[in-house]
């Protein structure tokens, strides 16, 4: 394999995998969550074997591919837009090929094919290993579409191409689908039952990122804390498992575990955890292993109690309190993020108090906050009315991202006058001449460039901030450079 170092002007570079025999080229782009992003590599990986090489210039590709989200109606939208910029492409392009990937495919199957015209090509996230085929299908004229969901599939035999990547920073998918049910969500629809991939294959991904000079991975499932390797399977048949396969079992805080000390020097951080399925024996995996970040994303969703039962999670606003105290008590500096929904039906104005009044506790360090979009299929779209109007939605939203903002500030304020440490991933978006990087708190930190490069552990003074970002000089390298 030959690797193509294409050198920005900030001299960053973008590696890309590419195999000289190949003749085809596609363009391929993500939107929605970080496994959308890592199962975009997944397909670079399959179609370099089946001939083809990435490009970054739609103008010129083969194949167009777009991996899709519907986890909001405006998530959809954005999709078909971009369909019809594809569609102004193919004019000049005709010979261009369009398909579609990820959770769209899965929801809307054939009837994309209906409703799409320039779309030649459906493929649900477990069928990507049928790539190939598909593709022949549609080289000889016929419209192509798998999108069955398996019960084994990980892609775990699977070495990612790194797309757009810095070469820096990495994810390394651990679990699919989602056995939550929670009743605004689509995503169990959508990617299936809740499968892990074997701890072997996740360990020799993260051997031979190091090896290739990546610092920090994040392990992704849609919810890492209930990863469970028992010899493969769904984990809803784990108590159909042998007593050797149970004594054997590889949990979440096993694998973190294992991650941590096969590589020391690796940051590793993780993404999502359902607050009704994270234990302590993750927290206090984190505490023993420097090289974990102390950063957790818990989202809550909401802070009524009637609504989280309504929304199908396991857990109190009590519980979920004890839970913040918990992990603070162990990890005193720990960072921690939400995701909220406002608007869910039936939402009153006490219960959004009880939002408020819940983020008031727990003094978010960063969050994620959405106003309630109606998903079909969904339990609550069956069940429930959406009766929240769009206008109190709105309001809503936008009071609690101006509590979320303040708290942001508050934390980012914590962090002033001390010395953070700090991996390089890339060029501050505002100046040239500063890096870009984050503490293990995931907060955002520039500074000036000096002698520093991309890829190193840098040790700065925090001198001011703003609510997102921390801005300071570097002292030297930190010990973990
Ligand atoms: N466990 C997942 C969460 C999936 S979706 C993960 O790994 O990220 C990400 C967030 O989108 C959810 O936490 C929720 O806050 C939001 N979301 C999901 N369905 C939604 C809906 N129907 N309307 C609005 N927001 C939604
Ligand atoms: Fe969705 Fe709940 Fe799973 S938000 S991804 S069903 S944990």
């Given amino acids: 394999m030959e690797k193509i170092i294409d050198e920005n002007k900030q001299g960053e570079s973008l590696i890309l995998e590419q195999k000289k025999e190949n003749t085809k080229k596609l363009f391929i782009e993500s939107y929605g969550c970080a496994m959308n992003f890592s199962d975009s590599e997944i397909v670079a990986s399959i179609l370099l074997d089946g001939g083809y090489n990435t490009t970054q210039q739609l103008e010129e590709a083969d194949l167009v591919l777009v991996n899709t989200c519907s986890i909001r109606d405006k998530a959809e939208q954005t999709v078909r837009k971009r369909l019809e910029k594809y569609n102004a492409v193919k004019k000049i392009n005709p010979k261009m090929k369009v398909g579609v990937l990820g959770c769209m495919a899965e929801r809307l199957k054939s009837k994309f094919l209906e409703e799409e015209k320039i779309v030649d090509l459906v493929v649900g996230p477990d069928a990507y290993k049928d790539l190939p085929n598909l593709l022949s299908e549609v ?3 016929r419209d192509a579409i798998n999108v069955i969901l398996s019960k084994d599939e990980t892609y775990g035999d699977i070495s990612p191409v790194r797309l757009n990547s ?22 169990p629809f959508t990617r299936g039952r809740e499968r892990s991939r074997d701890p072997q294959s996740i360990l020799e991904e993260v051997n031979d990122l190091w090896t290739k000079g990546f610092k920090e991975i994040t392990l992704l499932g849609q919810n890492v804390d209930s990863y469970l390797w028992y010899g493969g399977g769904l984990k809803k048949d784990f108590e159909k498992a042998s007593d ?39 927290v206090k995996t984190m505490a023993k292993h420097e090289n974990i970040c102390n950063y957790i994303h818990l989202p809550v969703q909401s802070g009524s109690n009637r609504i989280l039962k ?44 009880d939002t408020l009044s819940l983020m008031e506790y727990v003094k978010y360090d960063f969050g994620y906050m959405f106003a309630y979009s109606e998903r079909p299929g969904t339990l609550a779209e069956r069940k429930m009315h959406d009766d929240v109007t769009p206008e109190i939605k709105q309001q809503r939203l936008a009071e609690i991202v101006a509590l979320q903002q303040k708290h942001s500030q508050y934390r980012t304020e914590q962090f002033v006058g001390k010395v953070v440490e700090v991996l390089i991933e890339k060029s501050s978006k505002k100046s040239d001449t500063h890096w870009s990087g984050r503490n293990p708190q995931s907060t955002v930190v520039v500074f000036p460039k000096e002698h520093y490069k991309i890829g190193d552990f840098v040790n700065v003074k925090v001198n001011t901030c703003t609510s997102a970002t921390l801005i300071g000089d570097a002292i030297g390298y930190s010990k973990n450079n």
């Fill in 139 to 141: 080289e000889e004229g």
């Fill in 166 to 187: 810095n070469g820096v920073t990495a994810f390394v998918s651990i679990t699919r689908g989602c056995d939550n049910m929670c009743t605004f969500c689509v995503v």
């Fill in 244 to 282: 050797i396969q149970k004594a054997t079992a590889v949990s979440f805080s096993d694998l973190l575990e294992m991650c941590a000390t096969a590589q020391p020097k690796m940051r590793i951080r993780f993404s999502t955890s359902n607050p009704q399925d994270m234990t302590m024996d993750v």
């Fill in 310 to 353: 309504e929304m199908n999670r396991q857990h109190t606003r009590e519980e979920y309190f004890e839970m913040i105290d918990t992990i603070r008590k162990i990890i005193p500096d720990c960072g921690i993020s939400q995701d909220m929904i406002v608007g869910f039906p039936t939402e009153s104005e006490q219960d959004h108090q």
